[in-house]
Structures are given as structure tokens and as C-alpha cells.
């Protein structure tokens, strides 16, 4: 990975991945102090976040290397009509790494293109979020001790959703069983649907959550986006339809765990956040140890 730009899942191997997870493992259980001393990232977000920015900046203040960058692009030349490629010619000149979110797709692989440094994509549009994704797959392997033969259920907006689509691509590779629970408008779209029947995976799709998820090790919750729906009845229809409550896991495996890329609105209940099996605030906490990990890697530090 050394050098190299992550834009896509794709863009690396299954046992780069698995390596990643290993190093993100250790560096968990045996923290590291000063491998960043000298380097410089840029954190460049052209959209809102919380966690992926602030987990990027938690890694690298860890490992002892400096962060510049913006988390508001208002606060930046973009406002005085500069384009997104002289943007990235210039800010190449102050750093080692380039971490950037940007509301159109495709937008990091041409970032990856042009920089003279590395490119990190943290998300693109309704494309990609392959660092959500490695630290979705290590939360995964965390709780269940393994990452093959699994059943995930993804839930809400499977159109839209980037994380989903990564997951998807990343699971692929370890024999998943799949299960989508989305409205019509925003069902899996079907390159996903066309990659999984190449594989000879099963997946199934549903409309409704309720008595279906007894067989789930992993449901993957997302929101459901109301500025996404063309038809605002059909939204005020389906709003609700995806919201998970505790009660619902009564009758469900002892290994399972939910997940959730988060934000969330109201698809998660607060009654959950209690339950044993709800795992989402750990998976978050695991976005560090996974940025560490893919930070030195990329800067081959490791
Ligand atoms: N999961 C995720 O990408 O969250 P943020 O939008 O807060 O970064």
C-alpha cells in the first residue's frame, strides 16, 4: 500500500485488508507514540463530518504528526471560484497525505490523479467510503471472530448509502449471505445485485424489518434520507417503516451485533443503545485504530 492512493475498496487486495486489520488490532492493544513526528496531513472536507474527520485527526495526534486542512470548505479559496484540481496542486506542497470528503462522485480518484502525495478517499458522493468500510470489517471480525460465512442485514437507504455499497464489495470476498430491507425508491442498485449473482452469493430483498432478522449476525443500519425521496407523501410513508427497537432483538442470535456508520436520526431506538448487541459507539471508536493503521501503511511506515 506504501505510496498509494485508497480511493475504492477495490484498489487494494483482500489481504491488504486483512494485513490493515491486523495492524489496526495492535495498534488497539499496543499504542504507539511518535511514528508521525515530521509528517504532515491535510484533512480536506468539502462536506460535513464528525466522525471520520475527528477519527483521522484522533490517529494521526496519536502517532505525533501535525494535521492542517479544513473541516468547512466556506472557510476556504473554493468560495472565490477556485476548482477543486488547483486546490489540490497546491495543498500537495504543505503535506505528506491528502484525506479528503467531497460531495461529487468520483471527485478522490481525480484528486488521486493529480496529487503528488497519496489520496484518501472519506467519502465521495453516493460512491465510495472504503475507510468506513475497513473499520466496519474489523468491527465485524471483532465481534463475530471471524469474517467469513456471515449473514448481514443492510437496512434504509441502500440506494444512496456509500457505506453499504463498500461493504458490500469488502464482504463479497468472505462467502456473506445478504439481506436488504429498503424502500423501493432506495433499493440496492443493481451493479451491486449484478456483482453478487457473478459470485454466486445469495442475497435477499425485502420491504418489511419486522420477524425477518432471527438469522442475522450483522444488521447494518442506515439512515433514510429525505432529501433523496422525489414523492415527500412516499417519504412521510417509509420514514418510519426502518426504525429498530429493542424489543425487536428478543428472539434474535446471541452473536449478533448492530452496526451503524452514524449519524442517525431516528432508525436506531435509544433503547437499544443498552442492549449488549448494539455496537455502534465502539465501531466508531474503532475508526482510530483502522486510520492509524491505514495512515502508516500508505506512508510505509510499518
Ligand atoms: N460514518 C461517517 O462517515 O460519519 P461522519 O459523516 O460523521 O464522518
Same mark, same amino acid.
Given at each position: 500500500m506504501k505510496n498509494k492512493s485508497l480511493v475504492s475498496i477495490t484498489d487494494f487486495s483482500k489481504s491488504d485488508y486483512l494485513k490493515i486489520l491486523e495492524l489496526a488490532e495492535n495498534y488497539e492493544h499496543n499504542p504507539v507514540g511518535n511514528m508521525l513526528a515530521g509528517k504532515v496531513i491535510a484533512t480536506l472536507f468539502f462536506e460535513p463530518s464528525t466522525r471520520t474527520r475527528l477519527s483521522f485527526e484522533s490517529a494521526v495526534n496519536k502517532m505525533g504528526g501535525r494535521i492542517i486542512g479544513f #473541516?468547512? #470548505? $466556506? #472557510? #476556504?479559496s473554493v468560495t472565490k471560484g477556485e476548482t477543486l484540481y488547483d486546490t489540490i496542486k497546491i495543498v500537495c506542497n504543505y503535506c505528506d497525505l491528502i484525506v479528503m470528503r467531497h460531495p461529487l462522485e468520483g471527485s478522490a480518484r481525480f484528486a488521486s490523479e493529480i496529487a503528488s502525495v497519496p489520496v484518501i478517499n472519506a467519502g465521495d458522493g453516493a460512491n465510495q467510503h472504503p475507510t468506513q468500510t475497513l473499520l466496519d470489517l474489523y468491527s465485524i471480525k471483532k465481534t463475530?471472530? !471471524?469474517?467469513?460465512n456471515l449473514t448481514i442485514y443492510m437496512v434504509g437507504?441502500?440506494?444512496?448509502?456509500r457505506t453499504v455499497h463498500s461493504l458490500l464489495m469488502a464482504m463479497s470476498q468472505f462467502n456473506t449471505t445478504f439481506h436488504f430491507i429498503s424502500p423501493e425508491e432506495l433499493k440496492m442498485p443493481e451493479e451491486y445485485r449484478i456483482l453478487l449473482r457473478s459470485l454466486g452469493l445469495k442475497f435477499y430483498e425485502h420491504k418489511d424489518f419486522t420477524d425477518?432478522?432471527?438469522?442475522?449476525d450483522i444488521i447494518y443500519m442506515t439512515r433514510v434520507q429525505k432529501e433523496r425521496f422525489s414523492d415527500p407523501i412516499e417519504y412521510e410513508r417509509t420514514k418510519n417503516a426502518y426504525v429498530l427497537k429493542d424489543?425487536?432483538?428478543?428472539?434474535?442470535?446471541? $452473536?449478533l451485533r448492530i452496526l451503524h456508520p452514524l449519524p442517525r436520526? $431516528?432508525?436506531?431506538?435509544?433503547?437499544?443503545?443498552? $442492549?449488549? !448487541?448494539?455496537y455502534y459507539f465502539t465501531q466508531a471508536l474503532n475508526g482510530v485504530y483502522i486510520r492509524q493503521a491505514i495512515i502508516s501503511s500508505i506512508l510505509g511506515l510499518n
Open positions: #473541516s468547512d #470548505s $466556506n #472557510s #476556504s463475530q471472530g !471471524k469474517l467469513d437507504d441502500l440506494k444512496y448509502g425477518i432478522i432471527a438469522e442475522a424489543k425487536m432483538l428478543t428472539y434474535t442470535k446471541e $452473536n436520526v $431516528n432508525e436506531i431506538d435509544q433503547d437499544v443503545d443498552v $442492549n449488549p !448487541k448494539a
